[in-house]
Antibody, heavy 123, light 108 residues
Framework: EMKLLESGGGLVQPGGSLRLSCAASGFTFRAYAMAWVRQAPGKGLEWVSS?????????YYADSLKGRITISRDNSASTLFLQMGGLRADDTAMYFC???????????????WGQGILVTVSS | EIVLTQSPGTLSLSPGERASLSCRASETVSSSYVAWYQQKPGQGPRLLIY???TRATDIPDRFSGSGSGTDFTLTIGRLEPEDFAVYYC?????????FGGGTKVEIK
């Protein structure tokens, strides 16, 4: 069974940093694009970032977060990461990781999702 | 970026009724790269439909997708109790992916 398990969330002060992790199992992790999507409390889904397969040479970021986040992957550990900095109150959200249906983000629908991890930015 | 507008915001229906959810894009979606997801409280989204009309693995055939260009529709043939949830459309034809605001299907 394909699974994704997010970790690394929690309470962080405004301006702080956090690194989220997403552990994958049940599929050949290095062969697929991966993504992060977030959902503020009571709101809809917002795409955050995507990364291509294997070397992760292609990375894409939402304009609203560009410059404050970095997506990366460790294929040997089947783990996806999201490094976030300069956190603000409006970054408070549930963060989901998702598996792409193909090696590249463009044209790839997201067919496996994690349960999400909560990030709260507050003093 | 492509803006997706879903309507209605809330759909109040009874089990057994048919549901029709709309998703309108601000510009043509490349290669009909539109997907639909279902989300229930406390859970991650679940893929229902991709490439406008292809059902994902293990999705019942009461779910169907249609459309082209800028107008897309998710239809639920006969609502089952487990279908009451929030539904999101997504376009993934560009590197900047976008989601619609969601339609909540609630029990009348």
């Amino acid at each position: 069974e394909m699974k994704l398990l997010e970790s690394g969330g929690g309470l962080v002060q405004p301006g702080g940093s956090l690194r989220l992790s997403c552990a994958a199992s049940g599929f050949t992790f290095r062969a697929y694009a991966m993504a992060w999507v977030r959902q503020a409390p009571g709101k809809g889904l917002e795409w955050v970032s995507s990364i291509s397969e294997s070397s992760g040479s292609s990375k894409y970021y939402a304009d609203s977060l560009k410059g404050r986040i970095t997506i990366s992957r460790d294929n040997s550990a089947s783990t996806l990461f999201l490094q976030m900095g300069g956190l603000r109150a409006d970054d408070t959200a549930m963060y989901f990781c998702a598996k792409g249906s193909s090696p590249y983000p463009r044209g790839s629908h997201w067919d496996v999702w994690g349960q999400g991890i909560l990030v709260t930015v507050s003093s | 970026e492509i803006v997706l507008t879903q309507s209605p915001g809330t759909l109040s229906l009874s089990p057994g009724e048919r549901a029709s959810l709309s998703c309108r894009a601000s510009e043509t979606v490349s290669s009909s790269y539109v997907a639909w997801y279902q989300q229930k409280p406390g859970q991650g989204p679940r893929l229902l439909i991709y490439r406008t009309s292809t059902r994902a693995t293990d999705i019942p055939d009461r779910f169907s997708g249609s459309g082209s260009g800028t107008d897309f529709t998710l239809t639920i043939g006969r609502l089952e109790p487990e279908d009451f949830a929030v539904y999101y459309c997504q376009q993934y034809g560009m590197s900047a992916i976008t989601f619609g605001g969601g339609t909540k299907v609630e029990i009348k």
